[in-house]
């Protein structure tokens, strides 16, 4: 996992709530356990027509949100199951964070897990981001849990656990390796039932 410290990039605004796990990635496309080549089917169901040519009303589509590495969305995002492809596709088609008013535990889990940055903003905060137009940029610090933008700067809260994980670019094994002479020096004085 790439270490995150900060980003500054382009937004894309998808303001609905409860947008759940399936809309963000079907569960015709779970036919993977590599955490790449989701990126095309994310948000399927709105981003392309029963044709499968692609909704030039969506927003993605748009050609200036090509390079939007931010998303600002509404409350509730990532619920419904518990897929871990649902980030696997918002990290492969490019974004770096999901700015939102609440994300579904599991799915925040899975986030942190895979180097995409959730963000909890309360809805105050959330609709002067909405008003960011293309080619404007936001930035995020995360050690200093701060999101910019032009003159705002809002605070988010985060546990100090997952953000150093996530500064590190660590994931669970990564963790859990660190103590690998501990763990060896404990299989070591383990009795063998062998």
Same mark, same amino acid.
């Given at each position: ?5 900060? =980003?500054? #990039? ?17 569960? %015709? ?5 590599? /955490?790449? &080549? ?13 044709? &499968?040519?692609?909704? $030039? ?5 748009? $050609? ?5 590495? *931010?998303?600002? =969305? #509404? ?10 492809? !649902? ?8 974004? /770096? !964070?999901? *700015? !939102?008013? #609440? @994300? ?22 959330? !609709? ?6 293309? &080619? ?19 605070? @988010? ?9 996530? *500064?590190? #670019?660590?994931?669970? *094994?990564?963790? =859990?390796?660190?103590?690998?002479? %501990? ?10 039932? &062998?």
């Amino acid at each position: 996992m790439e270490p995150f410290t900060t =980003t500054t #990039g382009e937004a894309v605004v998808i303001p609905y709530d409860t947008i759940n796990t399936d809309l963000i990635l079907p569960k %015709q496309f779970l036919k993977n356990i590599l /955490k790449t &080549g989701f990126g095309k089917y994310l948000f399927w169901d709105w981003r392309y027509l029963e044709d &499968g040519l692609p909704d $030039p009303d969506f927003v993605l589509n748009k $050609p200036e949100h090509k390079n939007a590495t *931010i998303l600002i =969305t #509404g409350t509730d995002f990532g619920s419904g199951s518990s897929r871990e492809h !649902a980030v696997w596709a918002l990290k492969d088609y490019g974004f /770096k !964070a999901v *700015i !939102a008013g #609440g @994300f579904s535990d599991i799915f925040y889990m899975n986030a942190t897990k895979n180097g995409l940055l959730p963000i909890i903003l309360p809805e105050e905060d959330r !609709a002067i981001l909405r008003e960011v137009k293309p &080619g404007e940029t936001i930035h995020i610090d995360l050690p200093n849990q701060s999101v910019q933008y032009k003159d705002h700067d809002f605070h @988010f809260d985060m546990n100090p656990q997952w953000k150093e994980k996530l *500064i590190k #670019g660590e994931d669970d *094994i990564d963790h =859990t390796m660190k103590f690998e002479e %501990q763990i060896a020096d404990f299989e070591s004085r383990r009795p063998s039932f &062998g």
